[in-house]
């Protein structure tokens, strides 16, 4: 099956996370493929610039569980940042799979710097989304994340992955934590 994969991560706060991914065959969708939890132990913390050291293991622990990777991955940060376009969790997860599967970067937030030239706008949201990407347009990732199902700013199979990841990290104590690879 030829899918792509909407992904997040959920912190507890506790050194322990759940990754969540959320497998779809179209675009315009709401139709859930698959859905891929895991529980993760031993989370790096965050350091502020460094984002990707604390989510890129939790990621790549979930990409390990498919065969075949996914067309195309989604993850709820950025690709790229700033107008130098600097390395976010994207880049770093599209480089760590070798440039094999393109990797779009939905934000809610706007990171400093970011050009004007990412915004997208959905449904009646007066508040725009930021779409990044690396291995595939710029944009193309933004006409595909547009044509996303949802009436809302957040598409509904990107907020299905966060819904996912945060319901399973409330049951995560009763699961075994999975350890990222180092």
């Known amino acids: 099956m030829d899918y792509s994969l909407a992904t997040d991560v959920h912190y507890d706060g506790d050194g322990r996370a759940v990754a969540a991914g959320i497998a779809f065959a179209d675009w315009t969708s709401d139709r859930i493929a698959r859905t891929e939890i895991v ?20 990621l790549l622990t979930l990409l390990e569980r498919l065969d075949p990777l996914p067309a195309t991955i989604l993850v709820d940060g950025y690709v790229t940042l700033g107008t ?3 390395d976010g969790l994207g880049a770093h997860l599209h480089r760590a799979l070798d440039g094999r599967v393109p990797v779009i970067g939905i934000a ?7 050009p004007a030239g990412t915004e997208i706008y959905r449904g009646r949201s007066t508040r725009p989304l930021y779409v990044t990407s ?12 547009r044509a996303m199902h949802g009436r809302n700013r957040l598409p509904t199979l990107v907020a299905a992955a966060d819904r996912a990841c945060r319901e399973a990290s409330q049951a995560a104590s009763l699961l075994p934590a999975m350890r990222p690879p180092r």
């Open 39 to 58: 529980p993760i132990a031993d989370v790096a913390p965050y350091r502020p610039g460094h984002f990707y050291e604390r989510e890129l293991p939790c």
């Open 108 to 114: 809610k937030t706007r990171f400093a710097g970011t």
């Open 134 to 145: 690396r291995g595939i347009a710029l944009d193309e990732a933004k006409r595909l994340v």
């Open 84 to 86: 130098d376009g600097r």
